[in-house]
């Protein structure tokens, strides 16, 4: 994996090199940690003007540099607790000669940019923008692979709630629960904040579990990820609890199930971003709910729960293949309920199959 890790910082050297700066600071966690295999807590990345060094400061904790760390990447600890890894990075560059030096500027405050200038007058700041973050967007073959376990952890521990006693069960209890899951099977934890929605509260987005209790005749909404290595599923399912769904639970289910239906099959190299949301969202505005849906229909995976490419009406950029995606359309209905569906794919071309889905819980409508 070594290799891997170089290759990915000279390919990112190529890019500045070309913007016209000598050398680059990653601060980002989750760049740092796609260039150098692992990221401890406040760590940054110089790479360049002669050699590439991942700075970091063991804090009161005692964090300590990833074991998963590329091997032939220099590591510096800096020897003041508390000391700002990316103020250092930039006197390393200065010291080594760079004249400019091409910083993340959204992943800097204001206060950190300048003190970057303060300690190296003469060098030059360029803004390295996303670069990082477009060059993380196609996955390569272990990237991938991790992903897959991590839905296939997220998978079975959803499939073991299920398969418990819910009625009586607390909001709270269940997604706690689900998350011990995770753990068991493997995960580091889980990939993103985990929400289980009942009754009135099921199908909303992002929603924090309360002490609600599941009651018969409830949806039931559930939305969880494992994080596996660092890159991270997602899934979000929608049940009925204990009866036979109610007309109006079947009609809406249905709905968020074509909508999410159109924009799984929307996933193809070359679609732009903003039709793969359009696939989805017509289905529920000619039902009636397009007051009712979020800003996006899906997102990236990978290192973060939630980064490039965004399936939005507005967003630029078409799809490539190997781009792992969500796709997770949902309604709710105050005072209700409501119904969210989201899976974790890979977009694939037709001849390769076409999207690879790696979330494969059911989706079918079932009474627990």
Known sequence: MSEVYAARRARLRERYEAAGS??????????????AGGAPPGAALLVGPREDVLLYCRDSFGDTPDDRLAEGLRVQELPEPGSDTAVAGAERAAAAGAGSLAVEEQHLTVARHRALGSVAPRLRLDDLGTAVEQQRLVKDAEE?????????????????????????????????????RLVDHGATGPALPTSVGTGPNSGLAGHT????RVEEGDFLSVCLGADYRGYRSEIARTFVIGTTPADWQIELYEQVFAAQRAG??????????RDVDRAARVVLEAAGHGERLG????????????????????AMGKLDACVPVTVDPGVHLPGRGGVRIDDTLVVRPEADGGPELLTITTKELLAL
Do not use: K, W
């Open 22 to 35: 000598e050398a680059a600071l990653v601060s980002g966690r989750a760049n740092v940690r796609y260039l």
């Open 144 to 180: 991938i692979s991790s992903l897959r376990i991590a839905a296939e952890i997220a998978d079975q521990a959803l499939g073991e709630l299920l398969e418990s006693i819910l009625v009586g069960r607390t909001e709270r209890h269940l997604a706690l629960e689900l998350e011990r």
């Open 209 to 212: 579990p309360t002490d609600r």
């Open 264 to 273: 799984r099959e929307a996933l193809a190299p070359g679609t732009p971003y």
């Open 295 to 314: 800003p996006r229909i899906g997102h990236g995976v990978g290192l973060e729960n939630d980064e490039d490419p965004r399936l939005t009406p507005s």
